[in-house]
């Protein structure tokens, strides 16, 4: 294995503390934890996020005015424990509650309910949105029913703005629900991450394989197949998108997102492909983004998602101005 | 090679058209050409910049209010061509002149000069800043003197502040060389880039081999050894870079840069343990910067860059605000 690191032991510790003296003017770490807060709060419900690390810049990196209030790190893949999380939500509560935004893996869903519960006896409301957006599988190694993968970075960013809007607890939750249903994800690996605890890749392709589907811990996706020209992938996970909405929105959105060991270039050529088969379905693309956003440490590979935006609020919510390290 | 392309050939052409139509509201596209142009031109002088393509996001993702005008891609590790530079000071020019900021290498340095000449043809004034700041080693495979890393990110962010708030030409030209000579960079590789044409990695490392110093195309550095800690990998390019200044400044900016492959874990570990390095020295950090900037298609690695940030004013460029992709 190979990596920039020091003792694995101390990845998140040094991760974190790095991450925090790169951006003092943005955000703060709470000391002897495992959070990082913006460091300006208003008066509105405080939206906190978190899970597993080795998917920077989530969620860190969606910390500031218009996204999250607080990001919690687990170990690396891992959820973060109830008592961390706790922390991260009487820091980031005005008052006014939490919405706390999770990706639907077990582990994470029990420890955020647990927190939650721990929270109450602070007297802090909360209310929990799932995001379970990525269509490649039903049920997983860490899930019951679909994983929560890159489609979580537009939850922050939909939520975050109505937050700050000044959106009630009630009115948060409502919106997130609904949200989450216009957003659908699905990734494909060309190379498997490589947890550093384990010192090898997690899965195995061959030198001219890649697997359609594959979750961000390393899931097993849904087919392998050898490697196709950029546009078939494309088609691939295109057509199983849309054919996955009841309706085919006629105005969408699109994010390309690479996860952690793809060149920007490939990112970008894949993205063309995308483009050229919506047009083909005469599909309007209202809003674009492309990089990584929800990695999986040194995994390469894409995820594509595509969000109904035939809701113009959306989009307005989408491109709102924030300041956050990575959004 | 796995990769997520099309033809080798047709890599350029559709990376530039996935970025251009990523980014409608910021940059464009000059039809039939390699340039990306931002859409909205001011009365300043005009920054233009380029170099070969597999960098991304240098330099297109750079073009925007607050720093370039325009960008040209060439083929994949190699110069833009002359008439292809041309365009983008057609292009970016507003009558005030255009500064071109060339990476030193021998392609690129004729390339741009022979632009330069045939744009006086068009009227159109124009200078050089020529970037060297990868202090690894001294003449290198395509390169006569010191070589253009990701120190380039830094003078397109200060000059094009300058620019901005009404520099002259001339003025802009003294500055670029006053500021290049602020700013060093040394690179580590821990797995080379795979250039599509090519199909395999541009050099062979031992499963727990690094090199230091190597170039962003896959350059010979100066010295191989077994992978280190993090923190013994950031001693040697924090220690060669500071014994590099005549006089060690007192305030420093840090860049750390991920060369593609390179997970943002890694990255702000490895900045953690350059700022402790720092703090030893009693150099206060003002200025801080952690992500892929310059890239080497594929390539494993990270490069520190430090900026002498002793002159206030530095520092307030590289901290304005900028509308660009990736700034």
Redesign the interface.
Known sequence: M??????TDD?IE??????S????GLVHRIEDSRVIAKNENKKQVALVSGGG??H??SHA?FVGDGMLSAAVAGDVFTSPTPDQIQIAMQEADQGEGVLLIVKNYTGDNLNFEMAQEMAEMDDIQSKIVVVDDDIAVEDSEFTAGKRGVAGTVLVHKILGNAARSGASLDELKQLGDDVVKKIKTIGLA??AATVPEVGKPGFELA??E?EYGVGIHGEAGYRREK?Q???D?AKELVSKILSDYDKQPQKMGVLVNGM??????????????V?NLLKEQNIEVTF???G?YM?S??M?G?SLTLIDLEDETIKEALESEVTTISW
Chains 1, 2 share one sequence.
């Open positions: 190979k990596k920039i690191i020091n003792q990845i040094e991760m974190l503390r790095g991450l003296a790169s951006y003092p690390s080795g920077e810049p990196g060309l190379h030198e001219d890649i490697l020209p950029s546009k992938l952690g060991g793809t060149p920007l270039m490939e990112q970008f050529i894949f993205m063309n492909d483009l674009h983004k492309v990584n990695t440490l040194d390469k894409v």
